[in-house]
T-cell receptor
């Protein structure tokens, strides 16, 4: 069993839809949770990170962490075609100095 | 302000050969981490360099080695290439090793034939 599980999709939604992306994890030692966006043939770009449980909002993006369920989510409101990319969740154990553990990514297409 | 730069962007090597990939961190960053991303998979941590030393290492064989120079740039070396080493190799830089603030380069696409 992988430490971080993420449904690879693909996920296809119309422009303006609310998108929900999710990851589960098995190791309760994870403390920091990140979401990255990766366009085709590019490196991952950090969207948001949260520490421990709770919600964090940044514009159209909201990240949620539920440590009791070992479940994290990223919501994208008013999705745009430019949001079409692969979304990767990543986590760190313990301190911020740890290595990143990634999910396999969810491929999202937003069609006009 | 230049971000993380990696070279070359693409590379084709023959099985058994050796390869060196290069990374220049974002200005002001002193830590470099390397990741391997196979097609359709998430990045897998190879190792991290800070103060010219390997500080952390993932589950990769000794064929994978690295180096960090005094200017914080880094090299990833892979010996005795296998077909399974074909992947996108990503470099991430940060300040003081803080992975919550890691910036990634665009990667080097390595194809082993």
């Amino acid at each position: 069993q992988k430490e971080v599980e993420q449904d690879p999709g693909p996920l296809s939604v119309p422009e303006g839809a609310i998108v929900s992306l999710n990851c589960t994890y098995s190791n309760s030692a994870f403390q920091y949770f990140m979401w990255y966006r990766q366009y085709s043939r590019k490196g991952p770009e950090l969207l948001m990170y949260t520490y421990s449980s709770g919600n964090k909002e940044d514009g159209r993006f909201t990240a949620q962490v539920d440590k009791s369920s070992k479940y994290i989510s990223l919501f994208i409101r008013d999705s745009q075609p430019s949001d079409s990319a692969t979304y990767l969740c990543a986590m760190i154990r313990g301190s911020t100095l740890g290595r990143l553990y990634f999910g396999r990514g969810t491929q999202l297409t937003v069609w006009p | 302000d230049a971000g993380v730069t990696q070279s070359p962007t693409h590379l084709i090597k023959t099985r058994g050969q050796q390869v060196t990939l290069r990374c220049s961190p974002k200005s002001g960053h002193d830590t470099v981490s390397w990741y391997q991303q196979a097609l359709g998979q998430g990045p897998q941590f190879i190792f991290q360099y800070y103060e010219e030393e390997e500080r952390q290492r993932g589950n990769f064989p000794d064929r994978f080695s690295g180096h960090q120079f005094p200017n914080y740039s880094s090299e990833l070396n892979v010996n005795a290439l296998l077909l399974g080493d074909s992947a996108l190799y990503l470099c991430a830089s940060s300040l003081g090793g803080r992975s919550t603030e890691a910036f990634f380069g665009q990667g080097t696409r390595l194809t082993v034939v």
